[in-house]
């Protein structure tokens, strides 16, 4: 029966090589180079077996890792490919959508970065101001299939979330227009069928989550496949999920995570970093007599990528040779020294108040708003600041910690603390909004039932840490056993809740009409994590980028009184428990002598995921 395969890549991230630069070290795991690798065997595999072979990449490309940020901030030469780009194309990428981190550099960086692309790049749902399309909608491609009478035509269109609007709000203005996902590809799919094409195949920046649709969703993979007929295969992304396979989707109606279907069609969502390939075999059926091509059956897998084998095959050491020297500025970039520090610098504990790193993050971007509002009436407002762990574990895994020694600091250092291109800028918010900030943060905690028996765990498991603001300048309580107010995706689910009790500004109760300025970043402001909403008014944003920041604080610190010691923490806690509660707090197998003296805590050795747990009692 004739054939077609289709593999995919999403959420790589700039990860071209298997290098961690945060730790500066190998990492055989990850990187397009060991992607490459599977994907030449991938492909190797389906043409013995007479199939024909699709390669596409799902976007979030070009950001992500130091190697992204080094060329992003350089920018590229007028003759210059992104690294990326020409790995992909070294693979024989056949098309690909951008995602939502593209636009983290800037608009014109974007387009010169695909603008190399020699395989066609599509999006169906951004558009420039004027109406006129950032990219082509769709492509036509055409492939000779054994068994077939003529050659197949493969539609393939993409979409990326609408909220690139708001999370590059500062980087982009007004220049762009994003229409809805779903709408945008009811339109586009039958487009794709009248200009001839057989097969329609969507490249879906989004992940999966469960209805009803409202519109504008972030992840609306699910809502595409049930709203707009005609699709034959999806590819997600966005999530840094695995599907099929897994307990993440499997109770959301409509999904079958075993076989890797939403509502019917064909799905596959493949990790991240080049974890994962997405692959979906397609047998086709010629229907006569009118000629056309459909889908007979499908079956979707979700392949693990090998470690990189030494020596390196063909594919992944073409990609090797294409990256050499930008690997070798970013090594020399991220290993340049900052600075030095006294006691370690790590997020195991954060979540339980040992949060220095949190602390340094906000001092530094305070400094820098501070200065940069001098002898304006934004300096009369009192000065807060907002920072979150970004590698806390969680959906990151147990060796997704940062995890700093002792001595002296790198780069490499500061980007672990703070590894995303985001600007600092400054928001005005009312004491009633500084409560909706906190309360969408203490959505981390799990809630602890007092009446429960047996261990129950602390954290959500599902939350980013990176939404996990906490705010210098503030006391306050936060307490687990009262019901979260907002889920992770930032939506109200009790309305009533209040986790955050005695926050208190200089010594005093906030009113609810205090008025303060926030130091925070332009993710954050651009409705990011749907903090407020995601309605805040931003009254200050700059240019220089968080971690610039960080490294200009880190340095004036080294001048003033020498190596960090991190000494200042933020002023909040958490409430008490009640007597008996068993809770297990989960952190990175890194933490033991770590523990802070000032935290009851009993190790109860590693969990099945590889997480250290222990017993929290509250403080001594």
Same mark, same amino acid.
């Given at each position: 029966?004739?054939?077609?395969?289709?593999?995919?890549?999403?959420?790589?991230?700039?990860?071209? $090589?298997?290098? #961690?630069?945060?730790?500066?070290?190998?990492?055989?795991?990850?990187?397009?180079?060991?992607?490459?690798?599977?994907?030449?065997?991938?492909?190797?595999?389906?043409?013995?077996?007479?199939?024909?072979? /699709?390669?596409?990449?799902?976007?979030?490309?070009?950001q992500?890792?130091?190697?992204?940020?080094l060329?992003?901030?350089?920018?590229?030469?007028?003759?210059?490919?992104?690294?990326?780009?020409?790995?992909?194309?070294?693979?024989?990428?056949?098309?690909a959508?951008?995602?939502?981190?593209?636009?983290?550099?800037? +608009?014109?960086?974007?387009?010169?970065?695909?603008?190399?692309?020699?395989?066609?790049v599509?999006?169906?749902?951004?558009?420039?101001?004027? =109406?006129?399309?950032?990219?082509?909608?769709?492509? @036509?491609?055409?492939?000779?299939?054994?068994?077939?009478? $003529?050659?197949?035509?493969?539609?393939?269109?993409?979409?990326?979330?609408?909220?690139?609007?708001?999370?590059?709000?500062?980087?982009?203005?007004?220049?762009?227009?994003?229409?809805?996902?779903?709408?945008?590809?009811?339109?586009?799919?039958?487009?794709?069928?009248?200009?001839?094409?057989?097969?329609?195949?969507? /490249?879906?920046?989004?992940?999966?989550?469960?209805?009803?649709?409202?519109?504008?969703?972030?992840?609306?993979?699910?809502?595409?496949?049930? &709203?707009?007929?005609?699709?034959?295969?999806?590819?997600?992304?966005?999530?840094?999920?695995?599907?099929?396979?897994?307990?993440?989707?499997?109770?959301?109606?409509?999904?079958?995570?075993?076989?890797?279907?939403?509502?019917?069609?064909?799905?596959?969502?493949?990790?991240?970093?080049?974890?994962?390939?997405?692959?979906?075999?397609?047998?086709?059926?010629?229907?006569?007599?009118?000629?056309?091509?459909?889908?007979?059956?499908?079956?979707?897998?979700?392949?693990?990528?090998?470690?990189?084998? &030494?020596p390196?095959?063909?594919?992944?050491?073409?990609?090797?040779? +294409?990256?050499?020297?930008?690997?070798?500025?970013?090594?020399?970039?991220?290993?340049?020294?900052?600075?030095? !520090?006294?006691?370690?610098?790590? !997020?195991?504990?954060?979540?339980?108040?040992?949060?220095?790193?949190?602390?340094?993050?906000?001092?530094?971007?305070?400094a820098?708003?501070?200065?940069?509002?001098a002898g304006?009436?934004?300096?009369?407002?009192?000065?807060?600041?907002?920072?979150?762990?970004?590698?806390?574990?969680?959906?990151?895994?147990?060796?997704?910690?940062?995890?700093?020694?002792?001595?002296?600091?790198?780069?490499?250092?500061?980007?672990?603390?703070?590894?995303?291109?985001?600007?600092?800028?400054?928001? %005005?918010?009312?004491?009633?909004?500084?409560?909706?900030?906190?309360?969408?943060?203490?959505?981390l905690?799990?809630?602890i039932?007092? &009446?429960a028996?047996?261990?129950?765990? /602390?954290?959500?498991?599902?939350?980013?840490?990176?939404?996990?603001?906490?705010?210098?300048?503030?006391?306050?309580?936060?307490?687990?056993?009262?019901?979260?107010?907002?889920?992770?995706?930032?939506?109200?689910?009790?309305? =009533?809740?209040?986790?955050?009790? #005695? @926050?208190?500004?200089?010594?005093?109760?906030?009113?609810?009409?205090?008025?303060?300025? @926030?130091?925070?970043?332009?993710?954050?402001?651009g409705?990011?994590?749907?903090?407020c909403?995601?309605?805040?008014? !931003?009254?200050?944003?700059?240019?220089?980028?968080?971690?610039?920041?960080?490294?200009?604080?880190?340095? &004036?610190?080294?001048?003033?009184?020498?190596?960090?010691?991190?000494?200042?923490? @933020?002023?909040?806690?958490?409430?008490?428990?009640?007597?008996?509660?068993?809770?297990?707090?989960?952190?990175?197998?890194?933490?033991?002598?770590?523990?802070?003296?000032?935290l009851?805590?009993?190790?109860? =050795?590693?969990?099945?995921?590889?997480?250290?747990?222990? %017993?929290y009692?509250?403080?001594?």
């Amino acid at each position: 029966m004739p054939r077609l395969r289709l593999i995919a890549t999403s959420d790589l991230h700039a990860h071209a $090589r298997p290098w #961690d630069y945060l730790a500066d070290r190998p990492d055989p795991r990850h990187g397009l180079v060991a992607a490459g690798a599977a994907i030449a065997a991938a492909r190797a595999e389906a043409e013995a077996a007479g199939a024909a072979v /699709l390669l596409v990449d799902n976007g979030d490309l070009l950001q992500g890792a130091a190697l992204g940020d080094l060329v992003g901030a350089a920018g590229l030469a007028p003759d210059e490919t992104h690294p990326m780009i020409a790995g992909l194309a070294a693979l024989g990428c056949d098309a690909a959508t951008p995602g939502n981190h593209e636009f983290n550099y800037g +608009l014109p960086f974007m387009e010169a970065s695909y603008g190399g692309a020699p395989f066609p790049v599509v999006c169906a749902n951004v558009a420039r101001r004027d =109406g006129s399309p950032l990219f082509p909608s769709f492509v @036509l491609l055409e492939r000779t299939v054994p068994g077939l009478p $003529r050659r197949l035509r493969i539609g393939v269109t993409g979409v990326l979330p609408p909220q690139i609007l708001m999370w590059d709000k500062a980087l982009l203005g007004d220049a762009l227009v994003v229409e809805d996902m779903v709408d945008a590809l009811a339109r586009t799919v039958p487009d794709m069928r009248a200009a001839g094409a057989d097969l329609a195949v969507v /490249l879906c920046h989004s992940g999966i989550a469960e209805g009803p649709r409202a519109g504008g969703e972030e992840n609306a993979a699910l809502f595409v496949a049930q &709203d707009v007929p005609g699709i034959d295969a999806i590819v997600c992304g966005h999530l840094h999920r695995v599907f099929p396979g897994g307990r993440d989707f499997a109770h959301i109606p409509g999904v079958d995570a075993e076989r890797g279907r939403l509502a019917g069609v064909p799905a596959v969502m493949p990790g991240f970093y080049g974890s994962h390939l997405g692959i979906v075999d397609l047998e086709l059926v010629a229907d006569e007599p009118d000629g056309g091509v459909r889908v007979a059956t499908a079956s979707c897998e979700a392949r693990p990528v090998p470690p990189l084998p &030494d020596p390196p095959p063909p594919a992944a050491a073409a990609i090797l040779r +294409l990256t050499a020297d930008v690997h070798a500025r970013t090594l020399a970039h991220v290993r340049r020294p900052v600075g030095e !520090t006294r006691t370690p610098i790590d !997020t195991y504990f954060t979540a339980l108040g040992d949060d220095g790193d949190l602390a340094l993050l906000c001092a530094a971007q305070a400094a820098f708003v501070r200065r940069a509002i001098a002898g304006t009436a934004l300096a009369e407002l009192p000065l807060l600041a907002a920072a979150a762990p970004f590698l806390a574990g969680g959906r990151n895994g147990p060796r997704g910690y940062t995890d700093i020694p002792a001595g002296p600091l790198a780069m490499r250092d500061l980007a672990a603390l703070y590894p995303y291109p985001n600007a600092v800028c400054a928001v %005005r918010v009312t004491g009633a909004e500084i409560v909706l900030w906190l309360e969408r943060a203490a959505g981390l905690f799990a809630t602890i039932d007092p &009446d429960a028996r047996g261990p129950q765990p /602390l954290l959500d498991a599902r939350f980013p840490s990176y939404h996990f603001d906490m705010i210098q300048g503030l006391s306050y309580t936060i307490d687990p056993t009262v019901p979260a107010r907002f889920d992770r995706e930032g939506d109200v689910v009790d309305p =009533g809740a209040r986790r955050v009790r #005695d @926050l208190s500004f200089d010594g005093r109760p906030v009113r609810e009409d205090d008025v303060f300025l @926030l130091a925070t970043n332009t993710y954050r402001a651009g409705g990011g994590g749907r903090f407020c909403g995601g309605r805040l008014e !931003t009254v200050f944003t700059a240019t220089t980028l968080v971690r610039e920041a960080l490294h200009e604080h880190v340095r &004036d610190r080294a001048v003033q009184s020498g190596p960090l010691g991190l000494e200042d923490r @933020l002023s909040w806690r958490l409430a008490d428990l009640p007597e008996g509660v068993e809770v297990l707090y989960a952190t990175g197998p890194g933490a033991r002598g770590r523990e802070p003296a000032d935290l009851r805590l009993e190790e109860r =050795g590693l969990d099945a995921e590889g997480f250290r747990l222990y %017993r929290y009692r509250g403080r001594r």
